[in-house]
């Protein structure tokens, strides 16, 4: 393998992988911005080649000259320092990465999916050659959210991070709220506007955002976390009559992702994503579109909050660009940056251990004594009632299944634990008075 150029008079040179919603807007800041890029970096930066995977797709105001469908050949070349890989996925990202970092180039990623499947090699990989891997646009898009975690809060301790990390289940959610507009269509323009995943099942089932929070904890806790380490719940199951519901109770339904530092002796990491509701006089309810928000709790500092746009091409392209001038400019004085901090080693918690308030929505038959049973169904598994309401009454009420003589109860607890809300809502389903178990979600944001 050929190991970098590094004659100190000589542009610096660019390998983009991948040209599509968030490549192609880098590609024109690199070019339209390439006289400040210099005086910022103190050495001209050039776009020296894109892989892509079809050479024959429309690209308006990229050069065709510099496409290729090689990029292994790409990222091999000797004149090549920097590479920018937005192609996404697994492979062969991870193969295109490690090829580049081995031979001493540094490399910016927005691709949360391997990071959080794999960092732990690409990092070792970028340590080994003492070069730098930079991925601000892996989350929650332009919002500078690692930077502060790996950078200007790694003197404090972090104790948790919280937020709304994918912009595509906000704007579906937030449209369901504002717009009564249903899942799919919605689905649709955020696809149109380049916010969701190549697949977008990784938006609305949790994926994307399991990554993000993966990467988030593995930073903020100096612990090594994947995305199979997280409990993911997507938005799919979110209904409209749970959008109502929501609002009956003046909140609103929002995909978070939690990440605590728990209170045990030995303190473990909690991580989560899931749709919750959340009162709409808290700060994250009023986050609408493909926003992001994130909020971040540490010993020193206290609450901080990070807001801004969470997706699309062109504020993606900002978060890419600046870890672009910080490499560049590292490169140029033969330095890099941090590196992988994993020292503390946290064990991940277990969901069933999980302490938070839950909305349970129940279909029952309308008789006397179904309160005291479902009553002593939470008390049973010591989950206290904070609220009780009943919906539909009288032996001729119709129920939300549509049965006659059903009323709907819906309950809000006091906070438990996961595990014991699970083994209630068990025992709900066996009892003979509760036709269905409609919706269990929890409720966040009474402490923010
Ligand atoms: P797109 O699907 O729009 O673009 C992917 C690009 O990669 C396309 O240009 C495609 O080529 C190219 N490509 C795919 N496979 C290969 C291959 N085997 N070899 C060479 N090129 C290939 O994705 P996005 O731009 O939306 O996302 C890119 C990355 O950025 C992902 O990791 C995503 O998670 C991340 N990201 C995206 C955000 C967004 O809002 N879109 C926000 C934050 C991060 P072709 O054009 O020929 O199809
Ligand atoms: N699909 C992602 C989202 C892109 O909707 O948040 C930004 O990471």
Do not use: W
């Not at 404090?156 to 579906?172: Q, R």
């Amino acid at each position: 393998m050929t190991a970098v150029d590094d004659r100190p008079e000589r542009p610096l040179r660019v390998a983009l992988l991948g040209c599509g919603t968030v490549g192609a807007e880098v590609a024109k800041l690199l070019t339209h911005s390439a006289d400040d890029l210099e005086q910022r970096i103190g050495r001209r930066v050039e776009l020296a080649g894109i892989a892509v995977r079809r050479l024959n797709r429309e690209r308006p105001g990229i050069d065709p000259a510099l496409l290729t469908t090689d990029a292994l050949e790409l990222v091999q070349r000797p004149d090549i320092d920097l590479v920018v890989e937005v192609i996404g996925g697994i492979e062969p990202a991870r193969t295109l990465i490690l090829t580049a970092l081995e031979r001493g180039a540094a490399v910016v990623t927005a691709n949360k999916a391997l990071l959080a499947e794999d960092g732990a090699t690409l990092f070792a990989a970028a340590e080994a050659a003492g070069t730098d891997l930079y991925f601000e646009a892996a989350v929650a898009g332009a919002i500078p959210i690692i930077r502060p975690l790996r950078e200007s809060l790694v003197g404090d301790e972090i104790t948790s991070v919280m937020g709304i990390v994918n912009g595509t289940t906000n704007f579906i959610l937030d449209r369901m709220h504002t717009e009564g507009v249903g899942f799919s269509e919605t689905l649709t323009l955020a696809q149109e506007l380049g916010y969701a995943e190549a697949d977008p099942t990784a938006d609305v089932e949790g994926f994307d955002a399991a990554a993000k929070a993966a990467i988030l904890a593995s930073l903020a806790f100096h612990s090594r976390v994947r995305a199979e380490d997280v409990h993911r719940e997507g938005i799919t199951e979110v209904t409209r009559a749970d959008v109502a519901t929501a609002e009956a109770m003046d909140s609103v339904i929002k995909l978070l992702a939690i990440c605590t530092l728990t209170d045990d002796p030995e303190p473990r990491v909690s991580i989560r994503v899931h749709p919750a509701m959340i009162p709409s006089s808290h700060p994250l309810a009023s986050v609408g579109g493909a926003y992001n928000a994130v909020f971040v709790e540490s010993r020193s500092a206290g609450r901080l909050m990070f807001y801004g746009p969470g997706a699309g091409g062109s504020p993606t392209a900002s978060a890419v660009m600046g870890d672009l001038v910080t490499v560049a400019r590292n490169r140029v004085r033969g330095a890099a940056g941090p590196g992988e901090s994993s020292y503390a080693q946290r064990q991940v918690a277990p969901i069933g251990d999980v302490v938070t308030r839950y909305h349970v929505s129940l279909s029952v038959a309308d008789v006397t004594g179904v309160l005291a049973s479902v009553a002593h169904a939470f008390a049973e598994h010591g989950v206290s009632l904070q609220i009780v309401r009943q919906e539909g009454v009288g032996p001729n009420a119709t129920g939300p299944t549509g049965d006659a003589g059903s009323a709907r109860l819906v309950i809000v607890t006091h906070d438990a634990r996961d595990a014991d809300l699970s083994a209630t809502v068990e025992t709900l389903r066996s009892l003979p008075e509760v036709h269905e178990v409609i919706s269990v979600m929890r409720v966040e944001g009474d402490r923010a």
